[in-house]
Nanobody, 117 residues
Framework: QVRLVESGGGLVQAGGSLRLSCAASGNRFSIDNMDWYRQAPGKQRELVASITRLSMKNYADSVKGRFTILRDNAKNTVSLQMNSLKPEDAAVYFC???????????WGQGTQVTVSS
């Protein structure tokens, strides 16, 4: 069973930075996409950033230029550097990975990001 452990959430003032990390373990096959999603209260979960195994990246328009996603294939980790945070970035952030060979997506438990104005 694939296990994802996130870390790095917390409280930050608007304009500040946070770095989220996620470590995957237990996978027998290579991880393809590694993604960060977020869900704010009363809102649907949304894709924030995605990175393929070959490090092709995709960002939500709302975070382009402020967030950076990186991955380390050897360590099965993915990070999300979040700069210039805004109150509207506050949410629970979830790490998620896809193993195409299994046709499965796995989720972490989520980490809270709070941005004070």
């Amino acid at each position: 069973q694939v296990r994802l452990v996130e870390s790095g959430g917390g409280l930050v003032q608007a304009g500040g930075s946070l770095r989220l990390s996620c470590a995957a373990s237990g996978n027998r096959f290579s991880i393809d996409n590694m993604d960060w999603y977020r869900q704010a209260p009363g809102k649907q979960r949304e894709l924030v950033a995605s990175i393929t195994r070959l490090s092709m990246k995709n960002y939500a328009d709302s975070v382009k230029g402020r967030f950076t996603i990186l991955r380390d294939n050897a360590k099965n980790t993915v990070s999300l550097q979040m700069n210039s945070l805004k109150p509207e970035d506050a949410a629970v952030y979830f790490c998620s990975v896809v193993i195409t060979r299994l046709g499965e997506r796995y989720w972490g438990q989520g980490t809270q990001v709070t941005v004070s104005s």
